[in-house]
């Protein structure tokens, strides 16, 4: 199997877009690298963006993603807080200081070319950068694809594998998956930790864990304290604060209020991530308040929650993301909406079932249910920002995901439809979709709601 860890499916970065934003910063990096790897003097660089990077890019910080990017960033470790400073800089000064090449002329509004009518074979995320040197001439020129989830890959060449080696138990599907486990008599979290153990210690993946457990609950905290307008033309009021500080004095976290908290965990998510905040993609950016919503439904809602529930669902979920990325896609602009939230859903709900001690079979069942009820879902953000209908859709994945949970969590295992099954009709749905329902903002919502 393609050597991806669940690491690779939870990423730390800032938003709005895993495929938009980091994709791109990332890209744009690379091309620097690429750069300084050949020795090449160069006097100015200009980037084409393609598809989909063209009709929703500036709604997504695709532009901006792609200046940090050029200027030395990248989304691990950037500062969320000083992007807008930088940024205005840029715009301001219409020039870049690229680490190791020096000052460039760069103004976005000419060396950044949004190309609508045309895309790049691979993926319709295509962007292509290219260098010239002071007769105008160009020394490199490369293309890259954003595939989602933040993966990036140049050219006509392979991914590239993120991690050395195979795993200990290798697996690409789901029933490759359970019969793994019960060949190794493991559950499916203790498959997948070893696995990891083959790329890390144990004290690694651990530490990892609650980091990624640790930026989730950070992420959270902010979306539920922090008040304002969201950035962009339709200047939507973020409703995480309000619907917090009226959960909080109903004073009820129990009981008819369940799915209350939960929908503001989600949105409080979904809103920094529309803010440009560090959330962690899972498995991307678009969908990132469903698996938080999710967990945060099991700490804090679930009598005798504890940390090694936290670490079985976040195994678990992983490798369900792991699935969909082998076989389908979790890329918006391939699949639509279906292979965001709906992966995301089909994620969280096997990890639940995890955290609670399910069998493999209840895992496998809950992450089925958690795509069948998501086929065929669009990608149709209104103005190309990821919040209408983005961020209230993050909270219905996350119920929908809790509800799969239970009804797996109610059965025996045993069912009709397979996860492998329901991952080929995504991907099937995905490929038969209109190219106006897969994150260009052409089609849906986008074009049936006036902007406000």
Known sequence: MPAISVFDIFKIGVGPSSSHTIGPMKAAFSFIQSVLSADLTVSKIQVILYGSLAYTGKGHATDSAVLLGLAGSIPETIDPNLMDERLRKFHKEKHLDVPGIGRLPFDPDIDIIFEYKETLPRHTNGMRFIAYDHDESVVLSEDYYSLGGGFIVRGDED??????????????????????????DLTIPELVLRNELSWRTEAEVVQRIDTIWDAMKSCVERGLTTEGVLPGRMSV???????????????????????????????????????????????????AGVIPAVLHYYWRLIPNAELAGVHRFILTAGAIGILY??????????????????????????????????????????AEVGMEHNLGLTCDPVGGLVQIPCIERNAMGAVKAINAARLAMHGDGSHKVTLDQVISTMRQTGLDMQ??????????LAVNVVEC
């Open 159 to 184: 991914e590239p594998l993120a991690q050395e080696g195979e795993p200990e138990y290798p697996f690409s599907t789901g029933s490759e998956m359970l019969a793994q486990a019960t060949k190794q």
């Open 237 to 287: 009021v973020r409703r995480a604060p309000r619907l917090f500080k009226a959960m909080l004095a109903a004073g009820d976290q129990n009981g008819r209020d369940t799915l209350d908290w939960v929908n503001t965990y989600a949105i409080a998510v979904n809103e920094e991530n529309a803010a440009g905040g560090r959330v962690v993609t899972s498995p991307t950016n678009g969908a």
């Open 325 to 366: 990325k082998i076989n389908a896609s979790i890329s918006g602009a391939e699949m639509g909406c279906q292979g965001e939230v709906g992966v995301a859903c089909s994620m969280a709900a096997a990890g639940l079932v995890a955290a609670f001690g399910g069998s493999n079979e209840r895992i496998e069942n809950a």
């Open 435 to 444: 190219t106006i329902y897969k994150e260009t903002s052409e089609g849906g």
